[in-house]
């Protein structure tokens, strides 16, 4: 079964910076393409980021555009969000998900495996 492990949020001034990880194990697949998403409360679950199998396609929310950078390890299967300039509306759980093909996608209803998220939250 696979398995995707977020780490990496915590609590953080505005302006800060935040590195979320997504560890990959478990299952057979061997080539994906990973997204990453968030979900504030009381608001729908919104696309952030993904990332092709190799890397040289990538995708983002217009709101994260320039601070965001979405990057992939695949010999470590790990995936990472790079998140600059955080803003308080920034604050959200953030959700890696896993796409069993691969291109990078930004709808979630195209990913096949979820994280259980982790909390991100920015203090003005």
């Known amino acids: 079964q696979v398995q995707l492990v977020e780490s990496g949020g915590g609590l953080v001034q505005a302006g800060a910076s935040l590195r979320l990880s997504c560890a990959v194990s478990?299952?057979?697949?061997?080539?994906?393409?990973m997204g990453w998403f968030r979900q504030a409360p009381g608001k729908e679950r919104e696309f952030v980021a993904a990332?092709?199998?190799?890397?040289?396609?990538?995708y983002y929310a217009d709101f994260v555009k320039g601070r965001f950078t979405c990057s992939r390890d695949n010999a470590r299967s790990t995936a990472y969000l790079q998140m600059n300039s955080l803003k308080p509306e920034d604050t959200a759980i953030y959700f890696c998900?896993?796409?069993?093909?691969?291109?990078?996608?930004?709808?979630?209803?195209?990913?096949?495996?979820w994280g259980q998220g982790t909390p991100v939250t920015v203090s003005s």
């Open positions: 478990g299952g057979t697949i061997s080539r994906y393409a």
């Open positions: 998900a896993l796409r069993t093909g691969l291109g990078a996608k930004k709808a979630g209803s195209d990913y096949d495996y």
């Open positions: 990332i092709s199998w190799t890397g040289g396609s990538t």
